[in-house]
């Protein structure tokens, strides 16, 4: 089993972990976390109650299916459930090891395969490319359809940040939302701000202001929906994702916002970019 992987370009540091999910551990540029460090990185990985820290790879679906169960091409499906909720939670690559393809000193690719006999009922291939830059991080996400039928797939990142003080973005959309987390299907115009958890789309841009006083722009494509969840706690997630939670029960036959309908040996790709600059001081 690979062991950790380090890559570095000047003031920025990153350490992948294929074996936990292929996650990563931790993100700094001169010195500063960009991601809240992953607890219990020493420990056992329990790939059920995953850390809170770090990130990890979404597929092939991201968030909550109610119950595990959807229809698809008159197949009725049923996914296994988290074991603190009655729901399949966040797809379960990343509770899986996954394998290191190729590594350099900037950039390192991870993949994950799986065979449609467990979790999931289709066969799929998954990869995640990363690559540092001067200024910061670029991600290719992708999911290849490995069965003789067609499936559903999305994808996705889930990005534990530093506490973030103010997250602002360019989101059209905004999905109102129930106590159990799940979207309504119903939307207004998103504002650039808001507290809590919200589900948006029609994004091109989204900044964070951290607590350390640094500055983080993401930008995607291939991913026209966000999750911004700001508890108050040590973190801030903002989760690019290609699909509406639960879209599969919500929409079924509609396209936009669902998960992607992929042929057999059909891929979906999708890209983020991370960029970084410091402030001349932590606001106020």
Not at 9 to 36: C, E, F, H, Y
Not at 53 to 67: E, K, Q, S, T, V
Not at 98 to 119: K, P, S
């Amino acid at each position: 089993m690979v062991g950790d992987i380090m890559l570095n370009l000047q003031d920025l540091a990153l350490v992948l972990r294929p074996s936990w999910g292929g996650r990563v551990l931790s993100l700094t540029w001169r010195g500063q976390p960009i991601l809240s460090p992953m607890q219990g990185a020493e420990g056992v990985f329990d790939g059920r109650n995953w850390p809170k820290g770090g990130a990890y790879p979404l597929f092939p679906f991201h968030n909550r299916i109610p119950l595990g169960r959807f229809s698809y091409r008159g197949r009725d499906v049923r996914l296994p459930v988290h074991p603190q909720e009655p729901n399949a939670v966040h797809g379960h690559a990343h509770q899986q090891p996954w394998h290191m393809v190729d590594a350099g000193d900037t950039a390192a690719e991870l993949a994950y395969q799986d065979a449609g006999d467990g979790a999931w009922p289709w066969a799929f291939t998954a990869s995640q490319c990363f690559r540092l830059r001067h200024d910061g991080l670029e991600l290719l996400l992708s999911i290849r359809n490995q069965a003789d039928e067609p499936m559903p797939a999305g994808l996705g990142w889930h990005p534990f940040f530093a506490k973030a003080l103010r997250i602002s973005s360019d989101a059209g959309r905004e999905w109102t939302m129930g106590a159990d987390f799940l979207p309504s299907g119903v939307w207004h115009l998103a504002g650039t701000e808001g507290a809590g958890t919200r589900y948006l789309s029609d994004w091109s841009r989204v900044d964070l202001t951290l607590s350390s006083g640094l500055r983080v722009t993401m930008r995607a494509s291939g991913l026209s929906h966000l999750v911004i969840h700001d508890p108050e706690r040590a973190y801030s997630c903002v989760e690019p994702v290609s699909h509406l939670a639960n879209s599969i029960n919500l929409y079924p036959h509609r396209a936009a916002d669902n998960l992607a309908d992929l042929v057999p040996g059909g891929l979906l790709q999708a890209r983020i970019s991370l960029a970084f600059r410091s402030l001349q001081a932590p606001p106020q």
